[in-house]
């Protein structure tokens, strides 16, 4: 159904509440628009030619968000294409988290040591201009068959230190229900798996597909864990409040991941609402992500300085539960990292010098003789889920491995060493 089917006030249509109406009367044409935004013909244009690169598709619920009349409404920012896509970044990447070279079977990436990330399809129900998998989703060419999922899942059967299986996309919610209850059957069954998660931006764009089946279904394979994508506090409506309502009454805890996103949310004071809104549903805030280096989406990047300011304004001003964990996702792979504001001013080995978000400078005395002795009876150690080999910096405080150093590859000083030592040697 095209656009001059809607009535003007679109929220009267009898379809409005079902999701599948939702996904079927999605706008991907600039001419659909124009109930949502006033666009003058240059901003036609740049929208025709950003999305000729960048596929536009948005659900009418989420366009009915959009302030008209605000050029810069953050709903509108976060949907509508900009020619500012197509701008070359100096540090743009296709695939700056190295998903691909950490995937051993297509569709799946393990990345970290007890848990995966399974792509379950490349769709989504509305296509964010600041996806950092721009260049795969909505690609009809790099779809996802039932084949990469199962050969996926294959792998995780042969990883038992898989315990974390994290189902993400695209948006697994665009699923229908019988094809999402197979994959995490599926995964229900490995033995080993402990904890399901599903990555999703549903509740945000098409609150309508959270339904009381789906949360019926999706409570059958508890434990699963839901991690949404809220950005911006006019992204709470009457709607969403609900969404979040039902599944978190299926007893799924629910996670937000945000994207910290030039003029859209990079304000301490915006965050702050924000975080307030999603722990009012049940929503622990959980990570707060710098904006990667994704082709198109140079526009959107801020400072890491501004996400340091928004961490200093919620640490200790607020519930500690509403604080998410501020991470850079490290271009080259290098994974999440989580970046604080300085607390720790100074330490001897008898004193550490902190300060509290108030600026107030305390002392803390560190014990005498706290040497760790194993307590007798514990022996958590023995599982061997639990215990791991050191890697990196752990290796440093190993005693069994007395490593007194990490040197990078290609370390220019350790090579003139070893020629030396090699000519010494006469070799
Ligand atoms: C983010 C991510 C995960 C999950 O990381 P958590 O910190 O456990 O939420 C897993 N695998 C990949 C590849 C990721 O990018
Ligand atoms: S929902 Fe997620 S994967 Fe889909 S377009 Fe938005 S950011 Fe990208």
């Known amino acids: 159904m095209s656009a001059q089917f809607l009535?003007?006030?679109?929220?009267?249509h009898e379809g409005w509440l079902d999701w599948r109406w939702q996904l079927r009367n999605r706008i991907q044409s600039v001419d659909e628009l124009y109930e949502y935004v006033n666009l003058t013909a240059d901003e036609k244009q740049?929208?025709?030619?950003?999305?000729?690169?960048f596929p536009m598709a948005i659900t009418p619920y989420y366009a009915s968000l959009i302030n008209k009349a605000d050029p810069q409404c953050p709903i509108r920012l976060q949907c509508i294409p900009d020619y500012r896509e197509?701008?070359?970044?100096?540090?743009?990447?296709?695939?700056?988290?190295?998903?691909?070279?950490?995937?051993?079977?297509?569709?799946?990436?393990?990345?970290?040591?007890?848990?995966?990330?399974?792509?379950?399809t490349n769709e989504c129900s509305m296509y964010c201009r600041h996806c950092t998998r721009k260049r795969k989703v909505?690609?009809?060419?790099?779809?996802?068959?039932?084949?990469?999922?199962?050969?996926?899942?294959?792998?995780i059967k042969k990883h038992p230190e898989i315990r974390d299986v994290l189902l993400s996309g695209g948006d697994p919610l665009i699923l229908p229900n019988a094809c999402l209850e197979r994959i995490l059957r599926k995964v229900r069954e490995i033995p080993h798996v402990q904890v399901i998660r599903i990555g999703t931006r549903v509740p945000v764009v098409m609150p309508q597909r959270i339904t009381p089946e789906l949360a019926r279904m999706i409570k059958r394979y508890h434990p699963v864990w839901i991690n949404t994508h809220f950005n911006h506090p006019r992204e709470f409506t009457p709607d969403s409040i609900r969404a979040l309502a039902r599944l978190a009454d299926a007893g799924i805890p629910l996670g937000n991941q945000t994207v910290l996103l030039r003029g859209i949310n990079d304000c301490p004071m915006i965050i702050k609402k924000l975080v307030h809104l999603l722990v009012k549903s049940r929503v622990r805030p959980y990570y707060l992500y710098q904006c990667d280096l994704s082709r198109g989406i140079e526009h959107f990047r801020t400072p890491v300085a501004k996400g340091i300011e928004i961490m200093e304004s919620l640490i200790g001003h607020t519930s500690g539960f509403c604080v998410p964990t501020y991470v850079v996702d490290a271009p080259g792979?290098?994974?999440?990292?989580?970046?604080?504001?300085?607390?720790?001013?100074?330490?001897?080995n008898t004193k550490t010098v902190l300060r509290n978000y108030e600026g107030v400078i305390c002392v803390y005395d560190e014990p005498k003789n706290a040497d760790f002795v194993c307590p007798p009876?514990?022996?958590?150690?023995?599982?061997?889920?639990?215990r791991h080999e050191s890697v990196g910096l752990e290796e440093l405080f190993d005693p069994q491995k007395q490593v007194i150093s990490l040197v990078p590859e290609g370390n220019l000083r350790k090579a003139r060493y070893t020629v030396r030592e090699s000519k010494a040697h006469g070799y």
């Open 86 to 120: 197509l701008i070359e970044g100096q540090s743009d990447m296709d695939d700056p988290l190295n998903e691909d070279s950490d995937s051993p079977v297509p569709g799946l990436t393990h990345r970290y040591p007890d848990r995966v990330l399974l792509l379950v």
């Open 46 to 53: 740049n929208i025709h030619m950003a999305s000729d690169v």
């Open 138 to 155: 909505g690609d009809n060419n790099t779809s996802i068959m039932d084949r990469d999922i199962n050969q996926g899942i294959d792998y």
């Open 377 to 386: 009876a514990c022996a958590i150690c023995k599982d061997h889920n639990i």
């Open 7 to 12: 009535s003007v006030n679109a929220k009267k």
């Open 333 to 348: 792979g290098g994974g999440k990292i989580p970046v604080l504001p300085n607390y720790q001013l100074s330490m001897t």
